[in-house]
């Protein structure tokens, strides 16, 4: 169950496979990013990482390339048209009609269709030549600042080169043994503008709806190249990403500009969310940590939480209830603007990755055990 529960959030043991994977592994990635999902009634009772609304329809991703949707708030699904297999981590809409999904081997999917049918626009593979690209634009740029730069300022410059050429290196080796590093957060404003981050400081950034991406890494602070686990946008609309090591980053710009947050918590962060009020946000994750702040992260404030256990996701229902959810079952509700939370482990103790509010005060909550309907506690309805 770890093993399975900790793909999105990326524990040591996916992330220790996926370093040791040889030639003939990386060929099986190669198939389940050219094979279709397999189509199956059971797909809304296994593993699903992530759910979101899409108008008025809900979608979901998880496992084997599985994406279903539901229009009557989670009682029957449909299982989209997938040209992948491999197991999906996060999935947004910027309209009601066109959304993406990402997930294992680097890969972006998107439909212009709510969800229906899916199409591949970018691999690992992409993506770490877009990385690449974007390294030896650094080095050029660093080799004339050596050219200009003074004397005194020259060893420093090339000791930073040194590291950039290095990192170059392992970028190119990486690339002969597959696309296997993770995409985990997916955000877009529209049918155009969006965002996607993941594993070892990958962020990408599209303005043309995924036909072309960029590598938006060095705009990051984030040089030991830390997994960025999830981004959102939030009320008063500031983009926040959050990830491995306690990184906030933040930006007030739609993404131009990122500012690295001091962060109370230096462990792993796997998600955060508005709280409805304008500049307010909370970032949750390892152990069920905590963090508020009501001005963008300049300010914090640890949530008192005596479950413990890891959060993953979280949402914000209309009439202002907070609800977060977790490992072991965990689902946590504050009516007070996340002054405080009231746990609830439910009966199964499956991990769930990922909440929806549904209709009246009820949730749907996706994870170790497919789509559960529960009320606002986090009890079984069906």
């Not at 131009?256 to 962060?269: A, F, I, M, Q, V």
Request: include cysteine.
């Amino acid at each position: 169950m770890a093993k399975r529960l900790m793909c999105k959030t990326l524990g040591a043991a996916c992330l220790g496979l996926s370093m040791v994977w040889s030639s003939p592994a990386a060929f099986a990635v190669a198939d389940l990013i050219e094979t279709p999902a397999r189509q199956t009634d059971l797909a809304p009772t296994k593993l699903l990482n992530d759910a979101v609304r899409a108008g008025d329809r809900i979608v979901a991703v998880g496992e084997r390339g599985h994406i279903i949707y539901s229009d009557d708030d989670g009682q029957t699904w449909v299982q989209g048209s997938v040209p992948v297999s491999v197991t999906l981590t996060a999935v947004d809409f910027g309209t009601e009609t066109h959304g993406w999904a990402v997930g294992h081997s680097g890969v972006v999917l998107h439909t212009d269709d709510a969800g229906e049918n899916w199409s591949l626009q970018l691999t690992g593979t992409d993506a770490s030549k877009l990385a690449i690209e974007s390294k030896e634009d650094q080095v050029a740029a660093m080799e004339e600042r050596i050219e200009e730069a003074p004397e005194s300022e020259k060893a420093d410059l090339e000791w930073a080169m040194d590291d950039l050429v290095f990192v170059i290196e392992n970028m190119q080796s990486d690339l002969d043994i597959g696309p296997v590093n993770p995409l985990l957060g997916v955000w877009f404003e529209d049918d155009q503008h969006g965002f996607v981050v993941g594993a070892y400081g990958m962020i990408l950034r599209t303005e043309d709806g995924g036909r072309t991406w960029s590598d938006w890494a060095s705009q990051i602070q984030n040089a030991q190249n830390f997994h960025l686990n999830s981004i959102a946008r939030i009320t008063g609309g500031a983009l926040v990403i959050v990830g491995e090591a306690g990184q906030i980053h933040v930006s007030v710009d739609g993404g131009d500009t990122w500012e690295r947050r001091e962060s109370p918590y230096e462990g792993s962060l796997f998600g955060v969310i508005g709280t409805g009020q304008v500049n307010e946000l909370l970032a949750f994750g390892l152990r069920g940590n905590m963090l508020f702040s009501a001005d963008l992260g300049k300010t914090w404030r640890m949530v008192p939480n005596s479950a413990g256990a890891t959060l993953n996701d979280g949402s914000v229902a209309d009439d202002g209830r907070i609800t977060l959810v977790g490992n072991g079952g965990a689902v946590l509700m504050s009516t007070n603007g996340a002054e405080s939370f009231r746990e609830h482990f439910r009966n199964d103790r499956a991990g769930i990755m990922s909440v929806v509010p549904a209709s009246g005060t009820n949730l749907l909550v996706v994870g170790e055990s497919g789509v559960k309907i529960t009320d606002a506690r986090g009890k079984n309805l069906q």
